[in-house]
């Protein structure tokens, strides 16, 4: 029965188990993206990064795929851990602002700025979508196609599938295009937990009241930045994206 | 381009064993034989091997030697390696595309060459390197592609190998 | 040739094998490597052959054709032996004045000799060629003596010694330590001690064992493991063997790039005799020890070089590496503990065996044992490989050995270890080049590519090309590898373009960190290697693009502008004919001049211009 440490707790594991499901038996909460407890361990987003201490020279691995092995010493949340985290977070919302999953992440976990240009992009290759079909679904009617910056998740050929049953599992499991973002300019990046730049707040609505504390709204954009808004905020400017102003 | 016939599909599967691990060299036949990877004959071997025809339409579109479209007669590969980028590389390449009236690498309409830039076949002594067909052209330089191109344009049959 | 069943047999076709050599006979080696072959190497061979089968000199002088000798600016190259006479640039015109000049009282060709560009005189012998003086050649030696297709030339040279003397007189766990006592470090990038990886896949209980020969040398610039594979493939195969016999594996695979044909060729060949000879196969030599070793080629994916994705591929799936741990040792091919090793590092076993590790480890640096082959390219005057031994300084290799940068132009940088290395700038140039000094310098040995620039060379164009390929690479499962590459090449296009701001060089810093941090496997873990070392050697120039909107080496091409100089043009009018875009005005006889808006910069005109009439700024 493997003993390690997590954030200096230390616990025993049954031989098999990951890192991230023993940090969670723990209670201490790891953000995960690519991960699903009904599904195999895929170790893609990176977003489950934690540091290990000894062993391997005080790297960066993912916990969904880290075996709990004896005498290992983690922490998730150490500064190389957070800094890793924002960063990634904000490379996320650049690539698919339009995610509530995304967004609500990026507020939890302190990302303030977006430097990035904003993609909308629909994937984020996570592959829960091909692991549901292939391993709950039993279909496999999906996967993932080429390579590197062409690697998409498409049916053979493009073509239509024989095997989809369409019973909608994909749509169900995807992070991107489950949960939209509703705020009221979703294309800006950093919806800030459902709050945007232009907040729902006493300087546009009569009666609102802003019962979020902080407002990071507020305390990142003001009232009435406009300034902070990108080109591609109006669907109308989508052309425009790719460069930043 | 020849026709891919079932026949000569199901010569190249019985010459390997049934198993997950034949797939790369079976379609690095088929591939070499037809100068692409047919759409039917992934379905031919995705049944065959019993591999999910997802998986092998990854591997078929995963790995830079494979081709899901047919090439052209010629094939010219500018190498685009360090040492070869470091002299000049890039330069050669867009000669090539500005003379075949090519917006990017791929394969002219006319079907007689197909441009692609590879990482590096290792022959840096002689940068800028390109290959057309099985033939290695060394120290290449803009003013040499003109009349590169020339020795290939109508000839139907490739060059035999250098060597 | 016929199988041999014992130990005897292989000494007694040994001795047969020397004993149809006769060393006062005249052999010519002839460098048919790919490189060679390419600047001509087969029509001097052809040549060669049917010269003397005119003048009836087959009895008196054999022709071989060689592996690469490595001295590939010079190529084709030959050697004439037993003297050790080095010719270099021969065409296949010159085979009558060679012959002639063995015939009559073996006088030198003078215009073939190597000619000293800091002495002008000629040099007669390899050994005394710079190029090859200061090199010490363990690996390599044999490169420019043996034909690879004959394996008896391999017994001839001392191959297949170092087999039977582990088979009869060493036990496994011996054959481990005196791997892990030589020092012997991975030469396939990361370095990590051979003899450690050796003992922990010993170690392992799980059973069967296997073992791979990495041979899917991509990166660019790097040919050292091709010009091995295709001169000495034997030496591979021997080193093969004996870790079978260390780690209890009865089979083995040797997984080569689909863009080496000629290693290929010669690796199947290579295996098909040691077959036939019975060194391959079971029961060996009458040990009771059973090797096979598969051939398998690669199918384009740089990727396929780090060892989890070349696994993959070996069972048949895409190239996407897997997390470690578990470590192939653990769990390698079909879940089955597995001991991958580059070409250098296999070849490299034998020598270990029949010199004793502590020769080996006398070469070298204190945690940096034995030699390197490098592969020098880029804008050096000595273009090819180079084998030395670990601690030489890049000075000694840029300047003794590579002839200095051509042309008279400064050395800027040198790129050391491929895509997943770093720049090393000039002001380094005293750097002794091992494991560790490279690593502090933020670089990494890598697979010995070394790429030398200038100041023509712009460093922010070099860190957007190495991008721009590792983007191109990645297998794209993880994230930050994926969208990370991407998003590094797209800032440093807009700093190349003139659009990029100081606020864009802390961004690439911090993205650089975290890809190198996050990603899952050592592609992505070293891809923002040279955006870090550039930003930390050339920041000046970054600065430039980005302040100034300015291209120091002249390259960029959003940055620079050309121009004809009335006062040097002729009116030659050969630039209007290589310019595809019409943008040269001028009829014959009259000064031209370029039209800004049409010109693309393609640097076709910069080519022809005979009186250098043309200025970039």
Same mark, same amino acid.
């Given at each position: 029965m493997p003993r390690l440490k997590i954030n200096g707790v230390e616990v025993e594991v049954?031989?098999?188990?990951?890192?991230?499901?023993?940090?969670?038996?723990?209670?201490?909460?790891?953000?995960?993206?690519?991960?699903?407890?009904?599904?195999?361990?895929?170790?893609?987003?990176?977003?489950?990064?934690?540091?290990?201490?000894?062993?391997?020279?005080?790297?960066?691995?993912?916990?969904?795929?880290?075996?709990?092995?004896?005498?290992?010493?983690?922490?998730?949340?150490?500064?190389?851990?957070?800094?890793? +985290?924002?960063?990634?977070?904000?490379?996320?919302?650049?690539?698919?602002?339009?995610?509530?999953?995304?967004?609500?992440?990026?507020? +939890?976990?302190?990302?303030?700025?977006?430097?990035?240009?904003?993609?909308?992009?629909?994937?984020?290759?996570?592959?829960?979508?091909?692991?549901?079909?292939?391993?709950?679904?039993?279909?496999?009617?999906?996967?993932?196609?080429?390579?590197?910056?062409?690697?998409?998740?498409?049916?053979?050929?493009?073509?239509?599938?024989?095997i989809c049953r369409h019973c909608g599992a994909c749509l169900y499991i995807c992070p991107v295009c489950e949960l939209r973002c509703h705020g009221a300019q979703p294309e800006t990046t950093l919806c800030s937990g459902c709050l945007n730049f232009a907040p729902a707040c006493l300087a546009y609505h009569d009666h609102a009241m802003c019962f979020l504390d902080p407002c990071v709204a507020c305390e990142l954009a003001g009232p009435l930045r406009q300034d902070l808004l990108w080109p591609g905020a109006n669907p109308r400017d989508r052309e425009s994206k790719g460069d930043r102003p | 381009?020849?026709?891919?016939?079932?026949?000569?599909?199901?010569?190249?599967?019985?010459?390997?064993?049934?198993?997950?691990?034949?797939?790369?060299?079976?379609?690095?036949?088929?591939?070499?034989?037809?100068?692409?990877?047919?759409?039917?004959?992934?379905?031919?071997?995705?049944?065959?091997?019993?591999?999910?025809?997802?998986?092998?339409?990854?591997?078929?579109?995963?790995?830079?030697?494979?081709?899901?479209e047919p090439v052209g007669d010629h094939l010219i590969q500018v190498c685009l390696g360090t040492a070869c980028h470091v002299r000049g590389a890039p330069r050669v390449l867009d000669r090539i595309l500005r003379e075949l009236r090519l917006a990017e690498a791929g394969t002219t309409p006319d079907g007689q060459f197909t441009v692609r830039a590879?990482?590096?076949?290792?022959?840096?002594?002689?940068?800028?390197?390109?290959?057309?067909?099985?033939?290695?052209?060394?120290?290449?330089?803009?003013?040499?592609?003109?009349?590169?191109?020339?020795?290939?344009?109508?000839?139907?049959?490739?060059?035999v190998e250098q060597g | 040739m016929t199988r041999l069943e014992s130990l005897q047999d292989l000494e007694t076709f040994r001795q047969a094998c020397l004993a149809s050599r006769d060393s006062r006979r005249t052999c010519v080696t002839v460098c048919a490597g790919s490189g060679c072959t390419?600047?001509?190497?087969?029509?001097?061979?052809?040549?060669?052959?049917?010269?003397?089968?005119?003048?009836?000199?087959?009895?008196?002088?054999?022709?071989?054709?060689?592996?690469?000798?490595?001295?590939?600016?010079?190529?084709?190259?030959?050697?004439?032996?037993?003297?050790?006479?080095?010719?270099?640039?021969?065409?296949?015109?010159?085979?009558?004045?060679?012959?002639?000049?063995?015939?009559?009282?073996?006088?030198?060709?003078?215009?073939?000799?190597?000619?000293?560009?800091?002495?002008?005189?000629?040099?007669?012998?390899?050994?005394?060629?710079?190029?090859?003086?200061?090199?010490?050649?363990?690996?390599?030696?044999?490169?420019?003596?043996?034909?690879?297709?004959?394996?008896?030339?391999y017994l001839s040279v001392g191959g297949y010694l170092a087999l039977p003397k582990v088979l009869v007189g060493m036990t496994p766990e011996e054959v481990v330590d005196w791997v892990k006592r030589s020092g012997l470090r991975g030469r396939g990038g990361a370095g990590f001690p051979t003899g450690v990886k050796w003992e922990a896949c010993r170690k392992?209980?799980?059973?069967?064992?296997?073992?791979?020969?990495?041979?899917?040398?991509?990166?660019?610039?790097?040919f050292m493991d091709r010009s091995l594979l295709e001169g000495n493939p034997h030496s591979v195969l021997e080193g093969m063997l004996i870790g079978a016999f260390a780690m209890g594996a009865s089979e083995g695979y040797i997984y080569v790039r689909a863009e080496y044909p000629l290693a290929v060729e010669h690796l199947r060949v290579a295996?098909?005799?040691a077959e036939e000879l019975g060194l391959l196969g079971e029961n060996i030599l009458g040990s009771g020890m059973s090797f096979r070793i598969h051939l398998v080629q690669g199918a384009g994916a740089f990727v396929c070089g780090e060892e989890t994705a070349l696994i993959a591929s070996l069972e048949g799936r895409v190239g996407e590496p897997l997390p470690r741990p578990p470590y192939p040792v653990q769990k390698g091919l079909?879940?089955?503990?597995?001991?991958?090793?580059?070409?250098?590092?296999?070849?490299?076993v034998p020598v270990i065996i029949n010199r004793g590790p502590e020769w080996y480890a006398a070469i070298g640096t204190e945690r940096s044992k034995g030699t390197m082959v490098f592969s020098l390219v880029g804008k050096i005057n000595n273009t090819g490989l180079v084998e030395v031994p670990m601690g030489i300084t890049l000075r000694r290799m840029i300047y003794e050995i590579g002839g200095g940068i051509p042309k008279g132009k400064k050395l800027k940088g040198v790129q050391i270890g491929g895509p997943s290395g770093g720049c090393i700038p000039a002001s380094l140039?005293?750097?002794?080049?091992?494991?560790?000094?490279?690593?502090?310098?933020?670089?990494?040995?890598?697979?010995?590519?070394?790429?030398?620039?200038?100041?023509?060379?712009?460093?922010?164009?070099?860190?957007?090309?190495?991008?721009?390929?590792?983007?191109?690479?990645?297998?794209?499962?993880?994230?930050?590898?994926?969208?990370?590459?991407?998003?590094?090449?797209?800032?440093?296009?807009?700093?190349?373009?003139?659009?990029?701001?100081?606020?864009?060089?802390?961004?690439?810093?911090?993205?650089?960190?975290?890809?190198?941090?996050?990603?899952?496997?050592?592609?992505?873990?070293?891809?923002?290697?040279?955006?870090?070392?550039?930003?930390?050697?050339?920041?000046?120039?970054?600065?430039?693009?980005?302040?100034?909107?300015?291209?120091?080496?002249?390259?960029?091409?959003?940055?620079?502008?050309?121009?004809?100089?009335?006062?040097?043009?002729?009116?030659?009018?050969a630039c209007v004919q290589v310019c595809t875009t019409e943008a040269i005005l001028g009829e014959k006889k009259s000064v031209h001049s370029i039209d800004d808006a049409k010109c693309i910069r393609c640097g076709a005109c910069l080519e022809v211009c005979q009186p250098k009439a043309i200025e970039v700024s």
């Open positions: 049954e031989p098999g188990t990951t890192v991230l499901e023993a940090a969670r038996f723990l209670g201490m909460p790891i953000p995960t993206l690519c991960h699903d407890d009904g599904l195999t361990p895929y170790g893609a987003c990176r977003l489950c990064v934690v540091e290990v201490a000894n062993g391997n020279r005080g790297k960066l691995l993912a916990a969904c795929t880290l075996p709990a092995e004896d005498g290992l010493e983690i922490e998730t949340h150490s500064a190389r851990v957070e800094r890793a +985290r924002q960063l990634l977070l904000e490379l996320y919302v650049a690539t698919s602002p339009q995610s509530k999953t995304i967004q609500d992440l990026a507020s +939890r976990y302190g990302v303030r700025q977006a430097r990035f240009a904003p993609e909308f992009e629909d994937c984020i290759q996570c592959g829960k979508c091909v692991r549901i079909c292939q391993e709950q679904m039993m279909a496999g009617a999906i996967g993932f196609a080429y390579r590197g910056p062409r690697r998409k998740v498409m049916s053979p050929f493009r073509a239509q599938s024989e | 381009m020849s026709e891919t016939t079932t026949v000569e599909l199901e010569k190249v599967l019985q010459h390997w064993p049934t198993r997950a691990d034949s797939l790369i060299p079976i379609l690095q036949q088929i591939q070499e034989q037809y100068h692409y990877l047919p759409e039917h004959a992934l379905r031919t071997v995705a049944r065959h091997l019993d591999v999910p025809l997802i998986e092998v339409f990854h591997v078929a579109t995963f790995y830079n030697c494979f081709s899901l590879v990482r590096c076949i290792g022959c840096c002594g002689l940068a800028p390197v390109l290959r057309v067909d099985a033939h290695t052209h060394p120290h290449m330089t803009q003013g040499k592609v003109r009349g590169m191109l020339k020795k290939y344009q109508k000839s139907a049959p490739a060059l | 390419a600047a001509g190497a087969q029509d001097v061979l052809r040549s060669l052959r049917r010269n003397i089968e005119q003048r009836g000199l087959n009895g008196q002088i054999e022709v071989k054709s060689t592996g690469c000798h490595g001295f590939c600016e010079r190529g084709p190259v030959m050697l004439i032996w037993p003297e050790g006479t080095f010719y270099n640039k021969v065409a296949a015109s010159d085979a009558k004045d060679i012959l002639s000049g063995l015939v009559n009282g073996r006088r030198p060709v003078e215009r073939l000799l190597y000619k000293d560009p800091r002495t002008g005189e000629r040099v007669v012998r390899e050994d005394d060629v710079p190029f090859y003086r200061y090199q010490h050649r363990v690996l390599f030696r044999n490169n420019g003596r043996i034909d690879p297709k004959a394996i008896e030339d392992n209980p799980a059973r069967p064992k296997y073992i791979i020969c990495n041979a899917d040398e991509g990166d660019p610039g790097a295996i098909q005799q079909w879940g089955k503990p597995t001991v991958i090793n580059n070409v250098k590092t296999w070849a490299s140039v005293e750097l002794p080049i091992d494991y560790e000094e490279l690593t502090k310098a933020g670089s990494m040995m890598g697979s010995g590519g070394m790429v030398v620039m200038d100041d023509d060379t712009c460093m922010v164009d070099v860190a957007r090309y190495f991008m721009e390929f590792l983007e191109e690479e990645s297998c794209g499962k993880c994230f930050p590898c994926r969208k990370g590459t991407q998003r590094l090449k797209q800032i440093l296009t807009r700093i190349c373009r003139g659009q990029g701001t100081e606020d864009d060089l802390l961004l690439l810093e911090e993205l650089s960190w975290t890809i190198k941090e996050t990603s899952l496997c050592g592609l992505g873990q070293t891809a923002p290697n040279p955006v870090l070392t550039t930003l930390r050697y050339f920041r000046d120039e970054y600065l430039a693009h980005v302040r100034d909107r300015r291209c120091p080496a002249k390259v960029c091409k959003e940055l620079i502008t050309y121009r004809i100089e009335p006062t040097l043009c002729d009116g030659c009018h």
